[in-house]
């Protein structure tokens, strides 16, 4: 299948991104990797007649360390964030959640940043985003703005970025020290998931000291699990516990049914591999 | 020396066919590039069952570099009916089946409208720019409504939804028994009705074609299966003179029956490019694949099977519906048939009914996919026997031995009337069993029982045979097919000793130019590297049925073997005519012909050069050492084996992980066990992804919402386990070699295995079945609400060491 | 749009139209015809190339990113007639059939094989999800990258140095484990 017919720059800074977006109006698209655009222009499911490449902006790859927090350029690739000593060190969840994304080749391409602003529900980094408090660092005509992950995200495929903004840098606050664990369950092993649960915690003498957790692919944009952090926190670190608190993983969320898996099932679904996931997390 | 050392039959010998495909120096289809070749694409229908109202080309035909835009209308007159070689019954319905649809679409997906451009690229863009208008009709999409009274109907001009209804019945035959009496007599009863879901062949290859029309005659190069068919049926079709087409399948991207067929586009791009003069090319999009290319399986079967209370099992009584989908393409109608033969499988039934209904809808028509009818058959009954096992309260593999066709009685007629000819399923099942290390796996099966581990362990069982080596024509007439099943081969020896062996087998992955090539030089004695394999090219290979059924090997091969053995008599006896001797005093060995009890000996190469030169040939012996066979077998051939499937199931998410798979094979002698080997594994994932992984879904409007390879699930290297694979022999007795033929073994075997095992790991929960393919949430779903039935554990039940002692004497 | 992309050792410039995915630039343009396309949706990774030294999937990919990069495709591994390692794995190993998603599982193999110079069977299995072959089950594949890496270890002999040379650009090297 061929892509349709479409204009293609390719800036050297994001203010020029944004100019050419903004130029082009609501006809514009931003390629990252392209690991999910050249697809879908390929199967013409959109045409834009605008696409602005953001490869030549190499102030978007790579990992910094910022204190507290890392800042991770938008075009990072999932390649670099796997192997990233940073990623490892400070935000494991990440690295874990990242291994899981797609297969080798398109982990060569496909970017942190892409990844988000694609707002897949069942993409596997908003959920680890969302449950590690990330802040996204958009730039646009206006200049540039701090949107936590829990605003970031508004519904199917859809985030608060306007046609002409650019997701630059994701700021991920550290969790250094914390034990992660990503659990994905899909069908076949290039698959996105059906759900996926990005768990954190911190344990400090045998119990849990601090807990996030959030559900891939449990609704229309990822889901932070409260009731389960809540539940969480303060129990010791045993497998009772943690499967009392996993119980809760469904509340708020509004998963859809679809032929792998219908709502019911996927509520299931999110109980127990919240439970894996903790427990693997603090290897109970 | 020419002298070949080992016997070259049985060599694991490496593929010659690879050095072109492991450098990129590949002859695809899609590859072939010709001075001012234009691009064709196909404009598809989305609606499933719809009125063409309006197709308005204007604003396409006026896009920059295209040539011809055409729809149904502008080709009606002359694109005939794609052909259906497998009318199956005397009044079957079988509606006119137009390359592009003409009025009314019939399947999303139905070709409406082609563009042919400069580029891909412009015809694509023209593509968008052609508007259609529907008028929608109702939708026919489920086998039990569309045969209700007042259905909807796909083809109302046929009246009905039924395309024919086929019989075989032992007592009405004389084969067997009367299945009504013996389930009237019957001890037990057990009846399943299972769903063979669709399949969609995937080859990696898509489809491609290219067709020149210069020079005075028409040359298509298609990825195809069957070029020979091919050209007969175009021939057929479209009234082109036979010997002004020539068909060539270059290098194939596998077909596993899904290229088995005359295709619309095959027909629109000889036309198109006829019309225009010019070659022209199409090559399908994954997508398209998807949507038009024939789908397979697809039924639904109802199953009755009766026994004793002591497990002689006494009678089978098959209904099948097979859904057609909108049109029959070449074997459509047969597929099902070829099933027919096969529920019975290994086991000693004397009584059989299988009855089949062929229903039209309004989806993608179905046609041959690995293994074609028998993978359906033996789906079902190797189910049952679980089922009856189960029921029973026997172990499962106890029943099949009770039942099954002892080693010491082949030849053995079935109860379908064909003549199983060799076997020994004692042999391969008690060394699949040793592999597999099935008791050790029974007790660790008892043992998570008894924790309630939420991981729990099955054991699948299939002891499957099929029919391939396809087909004596006699039977194929009998069964109405349309064509023969004989396989032709041709032998030149060239002046200098090299060999060309000409096959009417057309290869697409299967290494013929290998095997065939072990053929030859095991029975001329010459070296293995001398053989050039040629087929594929109906000018160079004028003769053949193709690849397909498993039956290259032991109809091609048996033919090359007839062909070398002409060649040897004829060189036998100008050998003697040059050494002065009797033709009854020469022996033939390692190439060489000498005089038995002397010295003389002269290498076939040199009598082959005499042969070329004449100048020394006995009175009335022409020149040249050539020969030519065409071998129609007299019998099917039988192939068997075990196969043995652990799976481990979650119980907590309904995911299913194979354990352990073995299987042990017996496909009589072996060409090439690499080959073989090759053949089993890829069958095996085959099998594996219906179980498990893969459906074409319709949604309620008939869109395929499977059509791409994102939503239709083939199974990557992660999905699948290790194989531990190993054989027995028993010679076949229909062919010279001995073969049987393994293309489609491991797909028609191991669906039951895995299912079997799964129903296994789970049946004391209460579940007796799960439909394919089992996705988590089917079997999460049948193990919650087995537990919600508070259906009760009946450790008789679920086999195993359990079972056993349950039938022992717990009581 | 004028590019200059470097394919297996050779200069190219060309002018292109944006849309150009990256395959069909090196299929059509090139005559690259050894890289072959079997799917709309970035799954099946016969396209398969490296691109600065890293597996990409080429149909993924727009000809215009290729500008001023490096492409390796299949036709570009054997030097001097001789075959890479990874390709003679192959074909020692029965690792394919029909050889449709040959190349491209052999140019993702050895992407696989740099980044784990001794891979466990989990590993290749792994590192080959984003490749789909519908004839082999696998099995051989698996088999024949594992004995791949074995004669490509270092000291494994003349054909190791033909890997290092290949496997990754400059800019890439130290990115491995
Ligand atoms: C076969 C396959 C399997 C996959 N499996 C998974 C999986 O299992 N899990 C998973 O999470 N993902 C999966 N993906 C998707 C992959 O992770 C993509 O890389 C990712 O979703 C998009 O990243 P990208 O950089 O390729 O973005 P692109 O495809 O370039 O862009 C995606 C969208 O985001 C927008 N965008 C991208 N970057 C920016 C930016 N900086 N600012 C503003 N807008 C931007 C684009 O305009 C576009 O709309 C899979 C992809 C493929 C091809
Ligand atoms: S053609 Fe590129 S992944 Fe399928
Ligand atoms: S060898 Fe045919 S698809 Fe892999």
Redesign the pocket.
Known sequence: MIPAEFEYVAPTSVEEAVRALTEAGEDA???????????VLRMRLAAPNVVVD?SNLSE?TGVRDDGDSLLIG??TT?YEVQRDHLVHDHARLLALATD????PQ??H???F???L??A?P????PAPALAMDATMIIVGPGGRREVPAAEFFVDYFTTV?EPN????DIRVPKLTGWSAHYEKF?RVA????IVAVAAAVRVSDGTIAEARVALTNMGPTPVRAHGVEEALVGQPATAESINAAAARAAEGTNPTTDGNADAEFRSHLARVLTGRAITAAVGA | MTATVEPEIGKARLRKEDARLITGDTRWTDNIQMAGMLHMAVLRSPMAHARITSVDVTAAAAMPGVLLVLTGEDVAEEQGSLPCAWPITEDMLAPPAPSLAVGEVNFAGEGVAVVIARSDYEAHDALAAIDVEYDELPVVLDMKAALADGADLVHPDLGTNKSATWVFDSAEAGTGSDVDQAIADAEVTVTRTFRQQRLIPAFMEPRSVVVDPGGGSITMWSATQVPHILRWMLAAVLGIPEHKVRVIAPDVGGGFGGKLQVTPEEVLTLLVARRLGKPVKWTESRTESMLSAHHGRDQVQELTITARRDGTVTGLKVDLLADMGAYLRLVTPGVPILGAFMFNAIYKFPAYRFTCVNVFTNKVPTDAYRGAGRPEATFAIERMMDELAAELGVEPMELRRKNWIKHEEFPFTTVCGLTYDSGNYEAATDRAMELFGYEELRREQARRRESGDPVQLGIGISTFTEMCGLAPSRVLGSLRYGAGGWEHAAIRMLPTGKVELITGTSPHGQGHETAWSQIVADRLGVPFEDVEVLHGDTQSSHKGMDSYGSRSLAVGGTAIVLAADKVLAKARTLAAHLMECSESDVDFSNGQFSVRGTGTSTALTDVVLAAHVAHNLPDGMEPGMDAESTFDPTNFSFPHGTHLCATEVDTETGAVKIHSYVCVDDIGEVVNPLIVEGQVHGGLAQGIAQALFEEAVHDESGTLTTATL?DYLVPTAADLPHFTTDRTVTPADSNPLGVKGVGEAGTIASTPAVVNAIIDAVRHLGVTDVEMPCTPMRVWKAVHEGKERGVPTTPVAAGGLGSIDAQGGAE | MRITVNVDGVGYTDDVEPRTLLVHYLRERLGKTGTVVGCD???CGACTVHLDGHSV?SC?VFAVQADRHEVTTIEGLARDGKLHPVQRAFHENHALQCGFCTPGMIMQSLDLIADHPDPDEETVRKGLE?NLCRCTGYQNIVKAVRDAAHHMRPGAGPEAEQVTEETRSPSHAGGGE
């Open positions: 698209k931003v390629l990252a990797g392209g690991q999910s655009l050249i697809p953001l978007l938008a075009m999932h899981e994304v797609a297969d398109v982990r391409r496909g970017t940043g892409g990844a602003a694609h897949d069942a993409g596997d980094l970025l903004d650019v997701l630059v899909n290039q698959a996105w998931s | 994102a | 949706t970035s799954n999937k993924s984003g």
